[in-house]
């Protein structure tokens, strides 16, 4: 099941039309039913049947490329119960995480199911993703989203998806199952870290998608200050595209800029640390303002205070 059709276009699948300005439009084929623009209207049952990768004209002369979506755009254009993780953010954490065919890997939250596309399509189908979801009505997005890209039969289930309501924090060590990859895309990832530590095999990586710099602050000290995980990397991705036409080749107009914060770590077995690191922090970086979680070779914010008032 990796969300891959071929052959012709089938009643129930999705299909991608572009037409000459670039615009998109996605909707899913069904027998005797009718495609509305401001260029007309396509039958569907003109498109049913026929390979993808051809041109249609529609009633009132509008062209339309035809193809069946990729993922990438399949995601930013799916129903949506929460925000979705972009495609530049789902290849980032596919490739730094590490996320292979064959591997456990537990997800929280799972949003409206764009990055969970991703993780399926790396673990295989001999892989297992987890996905823990506090609201119900973002699973019930998810599920129809996911099982609408990879076809899954009505009443079925992905072979390889378990989705779990509740929280991971909770639920992860009341199931007590080993992970090798834990993401963790939800507004509080810190909360987690004790959780997803009891629950990663040695060497196993956690992967936390974060929106805010106060939140990338939290979660980097807090995976420090447990003392179990390597030293934590964070960054983000920028994509711009390129205009290419003759002699006119300059950066386009328009890029895909901040998304997200992405931040990764390895856990250590167990009772093991990593080296102390031979860099000193910044003047002030733990100083008197900072009030989050501090690692163990950093002085309390108490013996700071101590020697700012002595």
């Known amino acids: 099941m990796s969300g891959v059709h071929r052959g012709p276009l089938r009643e129930g699948e999705w299909v991608r039309l572009v037409d000459n300005k670039g615009r998109k439009h996605n909707f899913a084929l ?16 003109d498109l049913i049947g026929r390979e993808e990768g051809f041109t249609l004209v529609s009633s009132a002369g509008g062209e339309y490329l035809v193809f069946r979506p990729l ?8 129903p949506r119960g929460a925000a979705v993780v972009y495609p530049k953010d789902a290849a980032q954490i596919v490739a ?17 199911g764009a ?20 609201r119900e009505e973002f699973a019930d997005v998810a599920r129809r989203n ?38 963790l895309d939800m507004l509080a990832p810190w909360e987690c ?9 040695p060497g196993g990586i956690v992967c936390a998608y974060v929106a805010t710099t106060t939140q990338l602050s939290r979660f980097v000290e807090t995976v420090r200050a447990h003392g179990g995980f390597t030293e ?25 800029g ?42 309390s914010r108490e013996d700071v205070v101590a020697e700012h008032e002595g």
């Open 30 to 45: 069904v027998a005797g039913k009718r495609f509305f623009s401001n260029k007309g209207h396509l039958e569907h049952d």
């Open 96 to 112: 730094q995480a590490d996320i292979y065919p064959g591997a456990r890997v537990v997800e929280a939250g799972v949003g409206s």
């Open 71 to 78: 993922l990438s755009e399949f995601v930013v254009s799916m």
């Open 258 to 299: 901040h998304t997200a914060f992405l931040v990764t770590a390895r856990r250590m077995a167990p009772g093991q640390k990593p080296p102390r690191r031979t860099r000193r922090p910044a003047p002030g970086a733990y100083g008197i303002d900072y009030l989050g979680p501090r690692p163990a070779d950093v002085p």
């Open 115 to 134: 990055l969970t596309c991703s993780l399926l399509r790396a673990v295989g189908p001999y892989g297992t993703v987890t996905s823990y979801e506090r």
């Open 232 to 256: 934590p990397q964070a960054w983000e991705s920028l994509v711009r595209d390129w205009h290419v036409e003759g002699l006119a080749v300059r950066p386009g107009h328009k890029m895909v």
């Open 193 to 201: 870290v004790d959780a997803v530590g009891d629950a990663l095999v």
């Open 146 to 183: 996911v099982h609408q890209f990879f076809s899954v039969p009505e009443g079925s289930e992905h072979p390889s998806w378990r989705l779990r309501l509740g929280d991971l924090a909770e639920r992860l060590p009341a199931d007590g199952e080993p992970a090798d990859r834990v993401i």
